[in-house]
Structures are given as structure tokens and as C-alpha cells.
């Protein structure tokens, strides 16, 4: 249907040609319908991406700098885009152009142009935006300024005292493990090693944060709460997707909590331990500095560390990054020796030959044990837990002597 403007353009030309019939009336050309128009936009907006955008100069698929679904999809929906990486590499080089405003980064380039301490005038790369509600800042997506406050409070919990004292916690947990999976041999029966190793990892890191494990090795189950926080791994990837469209993520979300911004309940699960910790104050229930106790401490000039609100979302961070992790190279350890087992006799041949008791085997003796750490570290690049190091946003800055406009991630 014409719109307004047309109507009187053709009401017009129809008037003066019944009028003076051998008129010439080339000078009113009705415009192009609608479908049209939206036609040359995306023709001009593909032509602008592909050839004039500031990242047309790095390499990549056209299909990727036409579009980010295809990106999106793959990455966040179904978690197989670094499957391609490595080929996208061999074919493209170390800088790839993933979406029409987005480039993936080899570490090579990406660890000291992006990830590392800039210059004092340089202003710095920023974390992607949540994907949910959250009243504060948790310490992985705080923007610098918090977040160097946050990393002043938190990293005593990783000193050498700190760690000396946490060894205790994990040995508990080791032997208990240890245990299972003996009565597991003993009985011949087959074990789901993931599984086993989350327990584990989960119930190391509950009691080194929060001082309260989470009884999955003592009570021979996964609890709960794990289980949901799987969920909410899942949900927060696929929420990366729709933070790209927001308003369909507005529209869908009316259907769905899954999409919105509403916090996941593992979330909500996990602060409500963090609240319950919280109440018991600086030194906990253990008798032991957990991650908490530095937390809530106050800094040298008497002013607080961390706000309430800070803690509260940093501490359901804490429990995932240290556990889910571990876990999954722990298992990949596992997985990766059973199927090489000239590496696994190498590695057992070492530890055995370099302890007399199990007593000797310990954070400050297992440093020394060579292979042992080429295959950790081994493990770590072929199957690396995360498998994309959070997004960074530019804030107008050159990466290989190419300008990464501001908001390009
Ligand atoms: C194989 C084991 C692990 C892997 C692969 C891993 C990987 C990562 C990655 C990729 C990040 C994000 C870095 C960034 O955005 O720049 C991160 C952050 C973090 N991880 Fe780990 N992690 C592991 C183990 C742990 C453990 C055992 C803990 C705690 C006990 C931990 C605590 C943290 C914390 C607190 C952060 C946020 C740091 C910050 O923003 O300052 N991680 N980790």
C-alpha cells in the first residue's frame, strides 16, 4: 500500500494527465515500495560490513563480518565454535574477524595487547556487560577501578601462608576421595569420573570459601545445588546470545525466566550461604581463615574492602571458578591417561620413585615432580576448562597496528 506521501503523488499525476493528456510527467517517480527499501539497507549495511567497516581489515570468514549469529549460535548456543578454532587459525592467522564487531584473538596477541596492565594514558579493554540482575559488582565482571580494590582484598587468600594453611582442607578431601573410589575398584563397579571429580572440587572449594562443604563425597551424591549450578552454566552462555538482541530478549522473556536478566537459583542458592557465612563474621566456624575472612576484612587505613553486595556476588563467582574448572581437568587428566598408557606408567613410575608415603605427597613436594607438571600443563592446553577467556570491550585502541574502534569486543 502506497504511504500518504505517494497518495498525493499519484493523485496529483493523475489529475494533470486527464488534464493535459500529453503532458509529460516523467518528474514524479513514485518510490520504491517498502520491501524495497529494507532490501537496499541490508545490501548497504552487508556492502559497509564486509568492505568499509574499521575491522574489514581483519581476516575471516564473510559470513561471520556479515552477520554475529552465526557466531553466536555456535558459541553460545551450541558450544562448538572452538572446535573450529584451530582451522579458523591455520587459515586466517592469529587475528580473525568472528562477528561484524567482534575478533577472536590468538593468547599470543590478545595476553599482552588486551588482557594485560596498559600504559598509565591507555585507557583499559572492560569486561562484556552482565546478563543478569545483580545489585553490585562480582569480581570477575567488575570494571577496572572496583575490580582492583576487589583482586587488593581477595589475592591474600592466595599467598603462601594462605595456601599453607588451605593444604589441611584439601587433603581432607583428597583422602575421602581416594576412599570412594577404592570401594568403587573394590567392587568392581564402573564410576562416572566427572561426576566424581566435581564432588570433590566443590566440597574443597565450599570449605575453603565459605567454611561449609557441600557433603558430596561424605554423603555419596552430587547436592543439589551443583546440579543447578550446571543448569545455570548453561543458561548463562545462551543469555550471552540473547544480550545481542535485546529486544527480543525483552519480547521472549515474558515467556521464559530462562531469558531475561532474572538471577538463576543457583545464584540466589549459592548467596544464601554467602549470607549465612557472613553472619558468623571475620575468623568463621572453622577456626581457619576462609576466602570469607578476607572479604569482609576491613583494609590497613580502617576503610571497608569489600560492600556487603560485593561479596555477596562474588562469592557464588568464587565457588564456580574454582571448582567446575578443576574439575574438568581433572577429568580430561583422567580421560587422556587411560587412553595413553605409556604416559601413564611414565607419571605413576615418577610419583612412586619419588615417595616413600603417601604422608610425603604434598602442594610444596608435587612442584618438584616434572612430568607430573608437563602433564597438567599438557592437559590444560588440549582440553582447556574454559574454552573462550571472557569477551573484552575496546575503548578505541590498535591490536597489530589495526584500529579496534570503541565497543568492538
Ligand atoms: C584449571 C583450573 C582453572 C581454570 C582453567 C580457570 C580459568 C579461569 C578463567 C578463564 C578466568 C577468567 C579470566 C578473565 O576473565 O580474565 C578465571 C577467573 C577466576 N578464577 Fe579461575 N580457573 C581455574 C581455577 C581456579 C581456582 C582453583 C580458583 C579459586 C580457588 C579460581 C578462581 C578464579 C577467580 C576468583 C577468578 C576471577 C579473577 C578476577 O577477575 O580477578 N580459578 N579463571
Redesign the pocket.
Known amino acids: 500500500m502506497p504511504s500518504f506521501p505517494d497518495v498525493l503523488g499519484l493523485a496529483m499525476q493523475q489529475t494533470i494527465s486527464k488534464s493535459y493528456p500529453d503532458a509529460e510527467l516523467s518528474w514524479y517517480n513514485p518510490p520504491p515500495p517498502f520491501s524495497l527499501k529494507v532490501a537496499a539497507c541490508v545490501v548497504a549495511q552487508i556492502v559497509h560490513r564486509i568492505w568499509f567497516h574499521p575491522l574489514a581489515k581483519v581476516p575471516g570468514p564473510v559470513k561471520y563480518s556479515v552477520s554475529y549469529l552465526p557466531f553466536l549460535l555456535q558459541n553460545y548456543y551450541r558450544g562448538v565454535f572452538f572446535r573450529k578454532t584451530p582451522d579458523l587459525i591455520q587459515k586466517y592467522g592469529p587475528m580473525i574477524r568472528v562477528g561484524p564487531n567482534h575478533i577472536m584473538l590468538d593468547g599470543e596477541i590478545a595476553w599482552p595487547q588486551v588482557?594485560s596492565r596498559r600504559k598509565a594514558n591507555e585507557a583499559e579493554f572492560e569486561?562484556l556487560p552482565l546478563t543478569f540482575a545483580a545489585k553490585a559488582c562480582s569480581?570477575?565482571f567488575a570494571p577496572h577501578d572496583i575490580?582492583r580494590r576487589q583482586?587488593r582484598q581477595?589475592s591474600h587468600a592466595f599467598s603462601d601462608a594462605s595456601l599453607a594453611q588451605q593444604e589441611a582442607v584439601v587433603q581432607e578431601y583428597i583422602d575421602l576421595l581416594l576412599d570412594r573410589l577404592q570401594t568403587h575398584a573394590e567392587n568392581g563397579e564402573f564410576l562416572d569420573a566427572v561426576k566424581w571429580m566435581n564432588a570433590c572440587t566443590f566440597d574443597i572449594?565450599g570449605d575453603?570459601t565459605l567454611s561449609e562443604s557441600f557433603s558430596s563425597l561424605e554423603n555419596n551424591t552430587v547436592h543439589p545445588l551443583i546440579t543447578l549450578i550446571f543448569d545455570s552454566i548453561e543458561q548463562f552462555s545462551r543469555r550471552r546470545l540473547y544480550a545481542n538482541y535485546p529486544r527480543i530478549r525483552t519480547i521472549l522473556s515474558c515467556f521464559s525466566d530462562e531469558i531475561g536478566v532474572k538471577q538463576h537459583a543457583a545464584r540466589s542458592g549459592s548467596k544464601e550461604r554467602a549470607r549465612a557465612r557472613m553472619k558468623l563474621g571475620e575468623e568463621g566456624p572453622a577456626g581457619r581463615k576462609d576466602f570469607m575472612t578476607y572479604m569482609l576484612r576491613k583494609t590497613r587505613d580502617g576503610q571497608i574492602g569489600m560492600e556487603a553486595e560485593e561479596i555477596l556476588e562474588s562469592s557464588p563467582?568464587?565457588i564456580l571458578?574454582?571448582s567446575e574448572?578443576?574439575a574438568s581437568?581433572l577429568s580430561a587428566l583422567w580421560f587422556y591417561l587411560s587412553n595413553h598408557p605409556e604416559a601413564y606408567k611414565r607419571l605413576t613410575e615418577e610419583i612412586r620413585s619419588s615417595f616413600s608415603s603417601e604422608k610425603e605427597i604434598s602442594f610444596q613436594t608435587c612442584t618438584h615432580l616434572e612430568y607430573l607438571v608437563a602433564t597438567v600443563n599438557e592437559i590444560?592446553r588440549i582440553f582447556?576448562?574454559?574454552a573462550e577467556?571472557?569477551a573484552r570491550v575496546s575503548p578505541g585502541a590498535f591490536i597489530e597496528g589495526i584500529y579496534i574502534p570503541p565497543g568492538a569486543s
Request: zero cysteines.
Open positions: 588482557f569486561k569480581l570477575i575490580h583482586r581477595l572449594i575453603l563467582t568464587i571458578a574454582g574448572t578443576t581437568a590444560l582447556p576448562p574454559a577467556t571472557p
